[in-house]
C-alpha cells in the first residue's frame, strides 16, 4: 500500500506560479509512473501531466503544456508540478497518482494509488 500525500495548493493570481509536491509512504517510488491530474466540481477528473519512473520521460495535457512541469526526486519519495503563467481555468483540486505500469497513461482508472489532493484555486 502507498500512501501519498499532496502539498503546495493555494491561492494565486493569474500569471503567477505554485509547485506542487507529492510525497509518497514507500521507499520504492522509483517503482511507480507518477501522474497529476485535476478535478473541478461537476467534472470528471482529468489529466493533467506524467512522469516515468527514472524521470527522463514525460508527457502532459495539451492546456498545460509549456506552462507546466513534472518532475520528481526518487531519493526524497517526493513527485513534484511546477505550474507556471496561472490561468482561472487552471482552478482544480489537484490529485497525484502512483501507477505500477510502466506505460506513461493518462487515464484515471490505470492508476494504483491516489493522493487526497490539493486545492489551487488561481483569480483573475
Known amino acids: 500500500q502507498v500512501q501519498l500525500v499532496e502539498s503546495g495548493g493555494g491561492l494565486v493570481q493569474a500569471g503567477g506560479s505554485l509547485t506542487l509536491s507529492c510525497a509518497a509512504s514507500?521507499?520504492?517510488?522509483?517503482?511507480?509512473?507518477m501522474g497529476w491530474f485535476r478535478q473541478v466540481p461537476g467534472k470528471e477528473r482529468e489529466f493533467v501531466a506524467v512522469?516515468?519512473?527514472?524521470?527522463?520521460?514525460?508527457y502532459y495535457a495539451d492546456s498545460v503544456k509549456g506552462r507546466f512541469t513534472i518532475f520528481r526526486d526518487n531519493a526524497k519519495n517526493t513527485a513534484y508540478l511546477r505550474m507556471n503563467l496561472l490561468k482561472p481555468e487552471d482552478t482544480a483540486v489537484y490529485y497525484c497518482?502512483?501507477?505500477?505500469?510502466?506505460?506513461?497513461?493518462?487515464?484515471?482508472?490505470?492508476?494504483?494509488?491516489w493522493g487526497q489532493g490539493t486545492q489551487v484555486t488561481v483569480s483573475s
Open positions: 512522469i516515468n519512473r527514472s524521470g527522463d520521460s514525460t
Open positions: 497518482a502512483a501507477d505500477r505500469g510502466i506505460m506513461l497513461r493518462t487515464t484515471v482508472s490505470t492508476y494504483d494509488y
Open positions: 514507500t521507499r520504492t517510488i522509483s517503482s511507480y509512473v
